[in-house]
């Protein structure tokens, strides 16, 4: 069971709006602004999308944005387009113990 | 351009120890930032194994601690991977990445370790 809860599966329709959450506890995502967002396509690498909760790196589409409140943290993903469509993970800090954790991953889906 | 590539046998024993290695180029280890390890098992999600600051502290998953060794060779600008007493359960894509404040900007393709006799 993964440290960080993600839904399994989210979808939309190419121009709409989705959001995934990821929901930690006040141990993590809780209590550091240190939340990042990766893509990943079937059989690639996993590609940073945001970083330390809502940071956009170079090169990355302004339609990604990522936000937190509370125990939760969320991206989205607005303008939906079909290269959209691939797996979602977040990664959170989790004190000096822990250290790192990720969801356990979305598929986002296309229709 | 920071490109990083990782190497090593795609099949080990049970019992015995998975040993990975990750080509840093584009970039100096020993300028700075964290070097991970994450895995993912086939089918399913990631898993952070570990991390290496350029000066050599190391940071491990507790639930790995007890079998693994992260270490850095600065004059080969690469870093190591060593997960002893391996098990079916270890059987996944391993990949090294950079990061700092745990964003991992820069990943390694990945490479495929199987844990089988």
């Known amino acids: 069971q993964s440290a960080l809860t993600q839904p399994a599966s989210v979808s939309g329709s190419p121009g709409q709006s989705i959001t995934i959450s990821c929901t930690g506890t006040?141990?993590?995502?809780?209590?550091?602004?240190?939340v990042s967002w990766y893509q990943q396509h079937p059989g690639k690498a996993p590609k940073l999308m945001i970083s330390?909760?809502?940071k956009r790196p170079s090169g990355v589409s302004n339609r990604f944005s990522g936000s937190k409140s509370g125990n939760t943290a969320s991206l989205t993903i607005s303008g939906l387009q079909s290269e959209d469509e691939a797996d979602y993970y977040c990664?959170?800090?989790?004190?000096?113990?822990?250290?790192?954790?990720f969801g356990g991953g979305t598929k986002l889906t296309v229709l | 351009q920071v490109q990083l590539q990782e190497s090593g046998p795609g099949l080990v024993k049970p019992s015995e120890t998975l040993s990975l290695t990750c080509a840093v180029s584009?970039?100096?280890?020993?300028?700075?930032?964290?070097w991970g390890w994450i895995r993912q098992p086939p089918g399913k999600g990631l898993e952070w194994i570990g991390s290496?600051?350029?000066?050599?502290?190391?940071y491990y998953n507790p639930s790995l601690k007890s079998r693994v060794t992260i270490s850095v060779d600065t004059s080969k600008n690469q870093f190591s991977l060593k997960l002893s007493s391996v098990t079916a359960a270890d059987t996944a894509v391993y990949y090294c990445?950079?990061?700092?404040?745990?964003?991992?900007?820069?990943w390694g393709q990945g490479t495929l370790v199987t844990v089988s006799s």
């Open positions: 330390e909760v809502s």
């Open positions: 290496i600051y350029h000066s050599g502290s190391t």
């Open positions: 990664c959170s800090y989790a004190g000096s113990s822990t250290f790192g954790v």
């Open positions: 990445a950079r990061h700092l404040q745990w964003a991992f900007d820069y």
């Open positions: 584009g970039y100096s280890i020993s300028s700075g930032y964290y």
């Open positions: 006040s141990s993590d995502v809780g209590s550091y602004n240190l």
